[in-house]
């Protein structure tokens, strides 16, 4: 079988006076995360794990961050857009795994809607996404809360 590994990163800023958006979940907080878009770090990290394992370069490049047209926009609509291009490409999702490294809030609470907005906009069955999440046990940047970030590990397969 023809495999493809693609892993993403992400990472934005909390402050006040933003909504929190974390695949595609609007979570009560304190504070939100700062972006161009709504900021989605999840969802921006799955973007560039399924571009990247296409050979397809990275969210920045398909929708840049200069580009009015992305002013406040949707994660999951640029999601759902770079899934068109890796679809297009020959590939189709075979699982994801994401971590979201948040010291506040709880994240598990909202892994379940997350993982199904993941596998709408990636057109795949919820037992192919898995979410965790960690703390930074209180270490530099995010154990102090300035932000929030994510990683993730897709596999993709040909066809
Ligand atoms: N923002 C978070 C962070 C962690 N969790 C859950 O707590 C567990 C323990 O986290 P540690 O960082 O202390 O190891 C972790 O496995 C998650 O289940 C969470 O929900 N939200
Ligand atoms: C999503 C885009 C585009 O609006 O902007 P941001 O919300 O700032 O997100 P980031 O992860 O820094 O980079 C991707 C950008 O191109």
């Known amino acids: ?16 006076g933003r909504d929190l958006i974390i695949g595609g979940v609007h ?6 995360l700062l972006g161009h878009s709504d900021a989605d770090v999840l969802l921006h990290a799955v973007t560039d794990a399924v571009l990247g394992a296409a050979g397809l370069g990275d ?10 047209r992305y002013a406040g926009a949707d994660s999951r609509v640029l999601l759902r857009a770079a899934m ?7 590939w189709r999702v075979v699982n994801v795994d994401a971590t979201v490294h948040a010291q506040a809030p709880k994240i598990g609470p909202h892994a379940p809607a997350m993982v199904a907005n993941i596998a709408a906009d990636l057109g795949v069955q919820a037992t192919a996404v898995n979410v965790k999440a960690k703390t930074n046990e209180g270490l530099g940047y995010l154990g102090r809360k300035e932000g929030i970030a994510a990683t993730v590990v897709v596999l993709l397969a040909a066809g």
């Not at 079988?1 to 006040?16: I, K, P, S, T, Y």
């Not at 969210?59 to 009015?68: A, L, V, Y």
Request: hydrophobic share 35%.
């Open 1 to 16: 079988m023809n495999l493809r590994v693609g892993q993403g990163f992400d990472v934005h800023a909390l402050v006040e």
């Open 27 to 32: 979570i009560p907080h304190t504070h939100g």
């Open 59 to 68: 969210i920045g490049r398909h929708f840049p961050d200069t580009d009015p």
């Open 84 to 90: 068109q291009k890796v679809v297009q490409a020959g």
